[in-house]
């Protein structure tokens, strides 16, 4: 059980950090915060600051701090950088996952340390121009599999090249760009396309950020530290489009290969802003699954619903509703749904807990629940 | 104290030691108070009516303040009083170099006096709009003289978000029609001569109703009540060997619940818990078989859930998340509603 215990676990943690809920506060394109126009990995000054006063609660700080002094703090390790060029951090993240909780089932508890990334970054020229971004960190390796992947790896590492404002070219390793990347790799969404905790590729990466328009394209040729036969080899397309000033609506296509399988994933997505950091974000997806050998070819649905409602500073209440179709031509689907609670108390801290509660549908068979929570700590320098 | 110490220069003329004088000297503002209430009507010096009007504003008796300044607006600058308030009623160009500082510091009290009344406030009254029409008028006249600008912007915020304030305080009646897609799990035992099997069923369906109660802008107190339609296969758990399947069985019920919120953002969207009683009748068959039968659970579930809502103007979308007390089966919904 524990080593199915582990892959599971490694669904559930976020390859970088990405919270695209924040469209909630005003923030339609992940550019304003992180060095990763797609979101993720490492932060920016301004989203250093943005974290630590918008986003986390006030209510640790001394009463004498005002927001300026906040944000001054908000550097690694707390102090405000001596110069220009570069930047560091270092990124913790661990919990406490419990299965089957009060059920008559067997329950199962275990402290997984999941993250543990220490990130540099070299920047130049006017707004970060030039950039050179690499995080390496350890991610857990589940029994059956230890001794043949590492457990400390490059997350990411990758240089970045602003042409104009509008316009950048990344190249390097990084995550693919497809949908809303939702912080839960355990998602449908992130499962069924495979753009996981371990999915990043070396690739192109163009970006482009209009008025009203953020598009990706990502041409990879997958992990070289993979074997050959392994490497997903593709590209993809996502475009968002902002609706009604303060909502973003998208789309996405990916086609990606190896010698053994070929994934070809289109989605449309929405982030809705419901003012004062409360959010909706929803994708419905497919993805067509061909195999070399034809044994388990087949096409995916999926839907997400997730919603975030900021009941004050630093506290968000959670509601995360699934769906997977594994195979779109049989009935059997299964539903996930799950209430959870984020609360940034002060800066450089994240506690958060999600229940999941997964049903399966067949004509078939009825079976119970399964039941799941988790209770995370993050922790940033 | 500055406004006492340019207001009784202005007014210093004549102005004599007294009981009064001395109380106010000594910081005895209720002594000061005293001495004026037991004799209003007396002939005061300007200077004793400053310390009066300081007194008064400082115990917090505003409308006695407000009284006074209105006294001593009509003692010193009766004309230009009126002059200045037809001026701005006409929409005129005001020179305020034309009028002296006493005039302005008298309207900065008045100013100040009505904004105090006004946030002294707890809820919404009638009274609020006639104390709201003086402020405004005083407001506009400091305006006009560009007296203490800032000041004076900065006290019309406050004055408005207090407003705003009782005006979101105030419940209405609200009610809505909704529509929801919902799936919930009983259980049933297949009763056996040997062994009873626990059997599992999964429904879904919809469940069409509404909602009406009362909501601020802060909290929503409401009842939700909707009748479910829908149907759900049953078997047997899957770690069970007995062998016992039914698909789409019909079921139907209906769902009461009470429910509070706490409204998060201005879009309306909001979180709460509901408290619903679920009735389903489901009629599940008995297999062919005198050894077995059914014995399925109370129709009447009782469950305690969390609800979500993300308003888009009068249309939400909503979300249920309940879990049966006693029990370890949930309850969910996801649909579509209107405000009415």
Redesign the interface.
Known sequence: MKPLILVFVLLLSPAAWSYTQFIGHGYTSCLNCHYNPSGGGPLNDYGRVVSATLISSGALYPKVWNEERVADSSGFFFRKPTQNWFRSQINYRGFQLVQNPGSTRSEQKRWINMQADARAIVKFGENDRFVGVANFGYSPVPENLKGEEPEWRSREHYLGYRVTPKVGIYAGLMDKVFGIKVIEHIAFSRQAPEVMQNDQTHGVLAHYLGESWEAFAHGFAGNLTQDEDLRMKGGSVSVERTAFGVHRLGASVMSSRNQYQELLSYSTHARLNLKEGSAVLTEVGQVQRKTDNGSDDRTMRYGLLQTYLRPTRGLYFLSNIEYFKRDTTESDYTVRWGPGVQFFPAQRLELRFDAYNTRSFSPDTSSKDSWMYLVQTHIWL | MKLILLLTLLFSAGAHASELAQAFSAKDFRKVEEIYKRNPDQSYTPKELVYISYSLRRLGFYRQDIKLNVRLINEKYKKLHRKIVSDVARGETIDSEGYPEALKVLYWNLLNDYGRIIKSYEKQSKLIDKDHKHYLMFSKILSELEFREGKVDRFNDKILAHLKHLEDKVYRFTRSLSFQYV?W?TEATLAGNAKDTG????N?GVCAGGEAGWENAFYHFYVDGCVIAGS????A??SSPVTY?Q??VPAYGAKLSPGAS?I????G???GVRLPIIYTHQTLQDPKSDNYNIEQNEPLAYVAS?Y?R??FKTWY?Q?E?GKYFQA???Y?G?GLGKNF
């Open positions: 799936s799990q059997l599992v069923i999964t879904s759900g296969g049953v078997s758990d899957a399947q698909s789409s706490m998060v953002s201005s879009s969207s909001r979180i969390l979500s993300w308003q979308f979300s998340f370890e089966q949930t969910w996801l």
